[in-house]
């Protein structure tokens, strides 16, 4: 079936620093493609998606772009900040009969120090 | 607008015993979806309320069933609750079957079994 694999955290960054969180994907067909971010205690947040090969998502600074070559759509971020802290999960929307779902990766735990 | 939802927060059961768990889907959105989310994993799909009709399912048994009501909102019931279901159960809510609709997440339901 489809599935979503993320590089394994914690990935600890100095305040300012380039981020870069893996992902790559195995789907049949050509999924939509999402990350989430989910802050402490909270529940998950669209951060940006991407519906088609080539396609850049974007937002508050983060960017990830569909690759179909490569089946990967890696987040980064020129500059991190320490509100940036918080988990972060690549996921793709898979179809069913009639309906269509969100499969995610495991999650990636990011934590940015002062 | 009002967000997504659930309540309660937090609950603690014991082996055997049932759970009802309830989300209120964001206004004028009419498909409910459940999510489970262990301990450091990424959420796994439960099903999918469409208009009051669950139409689509995943890799869980029959003993978790759901509504959704005439307003949208909806319930997950656990019948017969075992250790493994400890997690952290989310709802999300979106206009339509397609996911490339943006589906908003509520806060979650920390269950916990003993």
């Known amino acids: 079936g489809n599935s979503v694999t993320q590089m394994e955290g914690p990935v600890t960054l100095s305040e300012e620093a380039f981020l870069t969180i893996n992902c790559t994907y195995t789907?049949?067909?050509?999924?939509?493609l999402f990350w989430y971010v989910q802050y402490p205690g909270e529940g998950l947040q669209l951060l940006l998606k991407a519906t088609k090969a080539d396609d850049k998502g974007s937002n508050k600074g983060f960017e990830a772009t569909y690759r179909k070559e490569t089946t990967s759509f890696h987040l980064e971020k020129g500059s991190v900040q320490v509100s940036d802290s918080a988990v972060y999960f690549c996921a793709l929307s898979d179809q069913g009969t009639g309906f269509q779902k969100l499969v995610f990766g495991t999650g990636t735990r990011l934590l940015v120090s002062p | 607008e009002t967000g997504v939802t659930q309540s309660p927060t937090h609950l603690i059961k014991t082996r055997g015993q049932q759970v009802t768990l309830r989300c209120s889907s964001q206004s004028g959105h009419n498909t409910v979806s459940w999510y489970q989310q262990a301990l450091g994993q990424g959420p796994q799909f439960i099903f999918q309320?469409?208009?009051?009709?669950?139409?689509g399912r995943g890799n869980f048994p029959p003993r978790f069933s759901g509504l959704q009501f005439p307003n949208y909102s909806s319930e997950l019931n656990v019948n017969a609750l075992e250790l493994d279901d400890s997690a952290l159960y989310l709802c999300?809510?979106?206009?339509?079957?397609?996911?490339?609709?943006?589906?908003?997440f509520g806060p979650g339901t920390r269950l916990t079994v003993l």
């Open positions: 999300a809510s979106r206009f339509g079957r397609e996911t490339y609709n943006e589906q908003f």
């Open positions: 309320y469409y208009r009051e009709e669950e139409n």
């Open positions: 789907a049949t067909g050509y999924p939509s």
